[in-house]
């Protein structure tokens, strides 16, 4: 992990890369390293870091912030291999906008994980190639890791509900 | 009786004698070499193992476009963990992956620690090492018997599963649970080994490298396994690296990335193993570098049992860990924290930590976010196989659908983990 200087230095560095309004803020907590991004800048921000030795996207992950305002996080963990050096790069969107640059072109591990993040959190991510939903059935309505979705409560499809069309739902 | 065997002419064998060997007359347009079949592999599929959905584009036995389906075994567990309290969140994480339990738990509770500042009495890293380790031989058995059923030998099933057993009879007498065993709680393990076990961990060790060389003796030198593995599917590890795929899988590449030797976590640093690494990431390599990882293992659990510390299992914190039994009977304040524990749990400092560990199919992450309550705000596992099935399409493109089969027996991939 970067020190909590060794932090500041690649936020600076970053900032006058990816843009001056890249990084937001960083957060050193419990001896790991977070650089707090612009949703729109994330691409040439992880392109950047790729550049500083952070070449394998460990993972990818959605978290909602509720009721905390923007709601929806995604989080991008980013390796150094070589030097055994971990980063973590967070964005924040909005409900109404929930829209986040894909990293998918660049890193195509993110492919299956950016689908988690728009299936359970909705997500958009502008130029996935193949944005569908991964884990929940095609039809499904809402995106149940949100904190506002409930637990429990599920209607269950039977077969023989299914010449009922999709009443089972409401 | 007569020897002759001039046939009787016939009709049928007249239209016998005038079939020629030569090819067929085209029917329709010349394109047919090229027509491309779409088939659907799954969800239901022995050689899947489990309800994973492939939908496979074929030009005649040749793989062109490979597009995994998965979410058949959804569960909705990152869902379910955030509406319990941290400590009894952990049975329902260790279901993720249903072969790497003691994984999905430590690395779990490393980041739940890691949010409490909470340090693990010595002696219980060393039995979660143990414990891990005999629960990466366990995998890779499993992987083993499972694979080479697929490459039509029945009887290493048996012979697998058999030395499964053994481990599984270790679990079920250290945690009272065979599989599941929820013995890795948070600040340490749920309890002491019971009397005898070290006899029974000795004989399991003393006897399983011997039982590998028998498997290896099996299917290294047997010439289907060789056909069937050997140059088949490589996949080059820059390739690998830009699709995230760890563990196993990226060794046998080349690359010795392992977290137990590059961050080590639970004093794994104080043991002696290697790492293997394979040279041509061919599925001959996935397969060699998992036996040679079955050896290494048995080193580290023989070293962690030699040196395994006297003293607590459990952190001595009782806002966190339950008090003994015995002190209810006589002390309020340990029927006060019990009773806490029990009902509300312990509240964790708001913070996020992204806590990686190596598992027998690479990096099992766990992040987990905490808003200050007693229950994790958000809980996700980055599971190993959810993130390597993505490496099956370049893999396989171009090779025969036999070898597809054979490819994903050597992925490993467990559906619990994927689809969570």
Known sequence: MPDSVGLELLAQDLAARAGADAVLATVYFRDRATVIVEPYTIVPVLEQLREKGYGALMSVHGVDYYPEEPRLGVHYELLDMNAVDRVTVKLRVTLDNPHVPSVTPNWPTANFQEREIYDMFGVIFDGHPDLRRILMPEDYEGHPQRRDFPVGGEPVLFTIDESEGTAYTQ | ?420
């Open chain 2, 1 to 420: 009786m007569s020897t002759d065997v001039t046939p009787t002419p016939s009709d049928y064998r007249a239209m016998e004698e005038s079939t020629t060997l030569a090819p067929l007359e085209r029917l329709g347009s010349d394109d047919m070499d090229h027509e491309l079949l779409t088939l659907n592999m799954g969800p239901h599929h022995p050689a899947t193992h489990g309800v994973l959905r492939l939908l496979v584009t074929l030009e005649g036995e040749v793989v062109r476009d490979l597009k995994p389906i998965i979410g058949y075994v959804h569960t909705g567990i990152e869902k379910t963990a955030e509406d319990k309290s941290y400590w009894k969140a952990i049975p329902v994480v260790e279901r993720m992956d249903y072969l790497a339990y003691y994984f999905n738990a430590y690395a779990f509770c490393g980041a739940t620690e890691t949010l409490l500042e909470l340090e693990v009495p010595p002696r219980a890293q060393y039995l979660r090492v143990i414990h891990m380790e005999l629960n990466r031989i366990m995998s890779h058995l499993v992987w083993l018997g499972t694979s080479a059923l697929d490459l039509g030998a029945m009887s290493m099933f048996w012979y697998c599963f058999r030395d499964r057993e053994l481990i599984l009879d270790l679990f079920e007498q250290s945690s009272g649970a065979r599989m599941h065993t929820r013995y890795i709680q948070i600040g340490g393990v749920a309890e002491d080994i019971p009397r005898g076990w070290e006899a029974k961990l000795r004989e399991f060790t003393s006897q399983m490298p011997t039982r590998a060389d028998q498997y290896n003796d099996l299917l290294a030198n047997n010439e289907i396994v060789l056909q069937r593995l050997r140059g088949v599917c490589p996949l080059a590890e820059e390739e690998l690296l830009k699709l995230g795929v760890t563990g196993p899988l990226l060794r046998a590449a080349g690359n010795p990335w392992d977290l137990r030797k590059a961050q080590p976590y639970s004093s794994y640093d104080h043991f002696d193993f290697n790492i293997p690494v394979g040279t041509e990431g061919d599925n001959w390599d996935r397969f060699a570098v998992r036996v040679a990882e079955i050896y290494e293992s048995v080193k580290i659990i023989e070293q962690a049992m030699d040196g395994l510390p006297e003293g607590r299992t459990i952190t001595d914190d009782r806002k966190v860990a339950l008090p003994p039994r015995h002190e209810l009977a006589t002390s309020m304040e340990a029927l006060i924290h019990h009773f806490k524990l029990v009902t509300e749990g312990f509240r964790v400092p708001p913070g996020e930590v992204y806590f990686p560990i190596e598992g027998p199919r690479g990096e099992y992450g766990c992040f987990v976010r905490s808003d200050g309550s007693s229950k994790p705000a958000r809980v996700h596992m980055r599971d190993p196989s959810f993130v390597n099935l993505q490496a099956t399409a370049p893999m396989t493109e171009g090779s025969y659908i036999a070898d597809l089969i054979a490819t994903l027996a050597m992925l490993d991939p467990v559906l619990g983990g994927i689809d969570r």
